[in-house]
């Protein structure tokens, strides 16, 4: 199996002062807003397996900034059934053969957008992409290689945008897929086309750790009082943040992210802000220093994780046989072991189930 990779060089962790410099341009960039209180975006914050932050001159939102946009998109470009379905302007889709094009012909190069993720897709110490969701889909390609005797080549690409990532694979055609933790939901299955789950889901509800520790949601106006929302553009965890305002704390003021790494560098500033997170990437934070704190009462458990695909796609077969074989991939030792080798025994563990 021949694969090609696109990858971003690793950016080392800042020094304590070039950290303190960072907290203090988002303690500075806070601005007045008509009706509410509001914030600068942050700037944009490269991905490292050390939760590394490099701060950027302005924040880079490509595709969908509003909330709302990727809603928008569908509704613009949604069409009548057999008609031809044009991407929306700036998002570029792939194509692939499909399933039967490629058992046809025996050979098949098969695309795969990630999102960088520590531990899931990301480059190692020596330059080469893996993680847990790199490595399913070699494994995939693998699979696909000695049971249905065809001559698999993986191409991986990186898309730094959650939104235009989701957007490229939904229309997108044949043998694409996309890596990068996306929760099944029943909306998203109109959409798109979803692999067996692989892992489970915590979602943290979290602060710097000197905030005090909520006994109940409802302490959220007092406690978080002077806190500001992080809304995380395009995913479930802002629409978590927009259900907790509108039942907690109805004037909550709002700033707009579209990284991990702005999300945990504002928290862990200790400037005033607050959000939804991972539990992997709140996990690794802690075990890296930062000082943030898990809420309890607010996690959202209700979460399971797919491999996406185009909706008309047909490489659902092959991938329903991968989840299945030896009497389930995701319960047996091998997937074990992939999941402690790039997440570790603890981690691995809760995201399984056997801890809390």
């Given at each position: 199996m021949r694969q090609?990779?696109?990858?971003?060089?690793?950016?080392?962790?800042?020094?304590?002062?070039?950290?303190?410099?960072?907290?203090?341009?988002?303690?500075?960039?806070?601005?007045?807003?008509?009706?509410?209180?509001?914030?600068?975006?942050?700037?944009?914050?490269?991905?490292?397996?050390?939760?590394?932050?490099?701060?950027?001159?302005?924040?880079?939102?490509?595709?969908?900034?509003?909330?709302?946009?990727?809603d928008r998109l569908a509704a613009t470009h949604d069409v009548a059934a057999g008609a031809e379905v044009m991407a929306p302007d700036g998002i570029e889709p792939l194509s692939g053969p499909s399933f039967a094009q490629a058992q046809e012909a025996g050979a098949a190069e098969i695309h795969v957008l990630y999102v960088a993720s520590s531990g899931f897709a990301g480059t190692d110490d020596t330059g080469r992409?893996?993680?847990?969701?790199?490595?399913?889909?070699?494994?995939?390609?693998?699979?696909?290689?000695?049971?249905?005797?065809?001559?698999?080549?993986?191409?991986?690409?990186?898309?730094?945008?959650?939104?235009?990532?989701?957007?490229?694979?939904?229309?997108?055609e044949g043998g694409v897929f996309g890596i990068g933790n996306v929760t099944i939901t029943e909306p998203r299955r109109?959409?798109?086309?979803?692999?067996?789950?692989?892992?489970?889901?915590?979602?943290?509800?979290?602060?710097?750790?000197d905030v005090p520790e909520?006994?109940?949601?409802?302490?959220?106006?007092?406690?978080?009082?002077?806190?500001?929302?992080?809304?995380?553009?395009?995913?479930?965890?802002?629409?978590?943040?927009?259900?907790?305002?509108?039942?907690?704390?109805?004037?909550?003021?709002?700033?707009?992210?579209?990284?991990?790494d702005q999300l945990v560098g504002a928290v862990a500033s200790g400037d005033g802000y607050f959000g939804y997170i991972d539990v992997y990437n709140y996990w690794r934070a802690v075990e890296q220093g930062e000082p943030l704190r898990r809420h309890a009462v607010g996690d959202d458990a209700s979460e399971q994780f797919g491999i996406i695909m185009p909706h008309s796609s047909d490489w659902s077969e092959p991938m329903e046989a991968f989840f299945q074989r030896d009497g389930g991939l995701t319960g047996s030792q091998w997937y074990r072991d992939l999941l402690e080798e790039h997440l570790g025994e603890a981690l691995a563990s809760l995201l399984q189930g056997e801890g809390s």
């Open positions: 090609t990779e696109s990858t971003h060089p690793i950016l080392s962790p800042l020094s304590m002062g070039e950290r303190g410099a960072l907290r203090s341009e988002v303690a500075g960039a806070e601005f007045g807003g008509e009706g509410s209180r509001s914030r600068a975006p942050l700037p944009t914050l490269r991905s490292t397996p050390l939760l590394g932050l490099l701060p950027l001159a302005a924040l880079a939102l490509i595709g969908c900034e509003d909330p709302d946009d990727m992409l893996t993680g847990v969701t790199v490595e399913l889909l070699r494994e995939f390609g693998r699979f696909v290689e000695s049971e249905y005797g065809l001559d698999v080549s993986v191409r991986f690409q990186e898309e730094e945008h959650w939104p235009t990532f989701y957007q490229r694979v939904r229309y997108s109109s959409e798109l086309n979803f692999s067996p789950p692989y892992l489970d889901n915590i979602a943290i509800l979290m602060t710097h750790e909520l006994a109940s949601m409802e302490e959220i106006p007092e406690t978080f009082g002077d806190l500001t929302g992080l809304m995380y553009t395009g995913t479930l965890h802002e629409t978590r943040m927009e259900d907790l305002r509108d039942r907690y704390f109805p004037d909550m003021p709002t700033m707009t992210i579209s990284t991990n």
